[in-house]
């Protein structure tokens, strides 16, 4: 049984609880104020995140743009290097033995080179006497083969070469067999030499020549073969350029004006580079012995028969005011004026057709070359040059014809004249004795 003081008890409990729930009851006010910020809420987050998408997107396209404009200067940066390497690549490639000089002085050459170079400068009193003797015994019989129509005689009436040493600057031994040994020696002359020349002219008039300014760059190729048992164990030096070498020099007519004769400078000045260039550029020398002996064999000797045809030539440049040029061609492998052919001339005609058969004597198919230069007749006046072109033997094959067109141009070795001055068709044949047959279309 229930106290009545516990029925009152439960009785509050009860009243309690019946208190609590209505407040429960009222909740759905409650419920609805307290969901209204979460809806709140909800709207806003969706709001950051739009405007966070819009930022991200905004930030990516800025960092886009500025890393491809990063790429595109480091790209333009280094075409620039390439560039400005290309440029003192192609400097350097065109640097002189004396820009060289100007850039590494003496005094930083190896100890040897300098020692070899102050040696030579003692001894170059001796070498001078020597060498203007061998030179001139050598070199006065050449001169006749060589001379121009316009020269009866050149002699030496004095060389000696001065009293300034040439400079070597770099020395080489290349690959030798057992017979001889072969050195290279990379020099450099800005000599002080004396050489007048004594020149008769066809017209009857003496003059003596003075060759001042003499500047040489080039590479002296020394053979020493054979190899002897005795002192200074070798036989014989064979002396030559190992390729066609820079030689500056000027022209001056004692007492006189060198314009007196017209077209005398060009006619000495040309049979001196074809002096140089035939009897001293590779595969050309000079022997010298040094213990008596014969040494024949090593003299040039010939290998193979060249027959070239001289087909044509088209486009040729006008070099008359009036009418057309008047063209024939000269061809040679070695400019002796004996090895030289000339063509008949075509009169008035810039598309000239010879159809004319050679033949060339060739001593050294690997570096020898053919040359072909066109004229323009001015009958008692010097021929005038229209072009020239070269034939290198070592691109022709032993017992195969070659049909060939080759531009002209105005100078094989500095060629800067770049307009069109026509071509010359040949066909060529080489025979091994016989070597060679081409036909040249010019």
Not at 62 to 80: D, I, P, T
Not at 252 to 265: F, L, N, R
């Amino acid at each position: 049984m229930i106290k009545k003081g516990e029925k009152e008890d439960n009785h509050s409990a009860r009243l309690s609880f019946a208190h609590l729930l209505p407040i429960k009851q009222s909740s759905p006010e409650t419920t609805t104020q307290t969901h209204a910020p979460c809806s709140s809420t909800s709207g806003g987050e969706a709001g950051w995140r739009a405007m966070a998408f819009l930022f991200g997107a905004l930030l990516g396209l800025v960092l886009g743009v500025a890393v491809v404009m990063a790429l595109a200067r480091l790209e333009n940066s280094r075409a620039e290097q390439r560039r400005e390497l290309a440029a003192t690549v192609s400097s350097f490639s065109k640097l002189t033995v004396q820009d060289l000089k100007t850039l590494i002085p003496p005094e930083f050459y190896p100890s040897w080179l300098k020692w070899l170079n102050h040696e030579l400068v003692k001894i170059w009193p001796f070498v001078n006497e020597a060498a203007s003797e061998l030179i001139k015994t050598s070199v006065e019989p050449v001169f006749e083969q060589y001379k121009s129509f316009i020269l009866a005689s050149i002699h030496f009436s004095k060389l000696t070469l001065g009293t300034v040493a040439p400079q070597f600057t770099g020395v080489q031994l290349l690959d030798s067999d057992s017979a001889g040994i072969t050195m290279e020696l990379e020099m450099q002359w800005d000599g002080n030499p004396n050489i007048v020349l004594d020149i008769q002219t066809t017209l009857g008039i003496s003059l003596p020549v003075q060759v001042k300014n003499i500047g040489f760059t080039g590479v002296l190729r020394l053979l020493f073969k054979p190899l002897v048992a005795e002192l200074p164990c070798f036989g014989a030096v064979c002396v030559s350029l190992r390729e066609k070498s820079k030689v500056d020099f000027t022209l001056k007519v004692v007492g006189g004006e060198m314009t007196a004769i017209p077209g005398i400078s060009d006619a000495i000045e040309g049979t001196i580079r074809d002096t140089i260039e035939d009897t001293l550029t590779w595969p050309n020398r000079i022997i010298v012995p040094i213990v008596p002996g014969d040494y024949s064999d090593l003299e040039l000797k010939p290998v193979g028969l060249l027959e070239v045809k001289l087909v044509e030539a088209r486009d040729l440049k006008n070099k008359d005011l009036v009418g057309k040029s008047d063209p024939f061609a000269m061809l040679y492998i070695r400019p002796l004026s004996a090895k030289t052919k000339k063509s008949k001339t075509i009169n008035n005609d810039l598309n000239p057709i010879w159809n004319e058969h050679y033949e060339f004597v060739v001593e050294d198919s690997s570096t020898q070359h053919l040359t072909v230069k066109i004229y323009d007749d001015e009958g008692l006046q010097p021929s005038e040059i229209i072009g020239c072109a070269r034939v290198e033997l070592a691109g022709l094959q032993p017992g195969k014809v070659k049909d060939v067109w080759l531009e002209l141009v105005k100078d094989l070795e500095i060629q800067r004249d770049k307009k069109p001055r026509g071509q010359v068709s040949c066909c060529t044949f080489q025979h091994n004795l016989v070597l060679y047959t081409w036909v040249i279309n010019v």
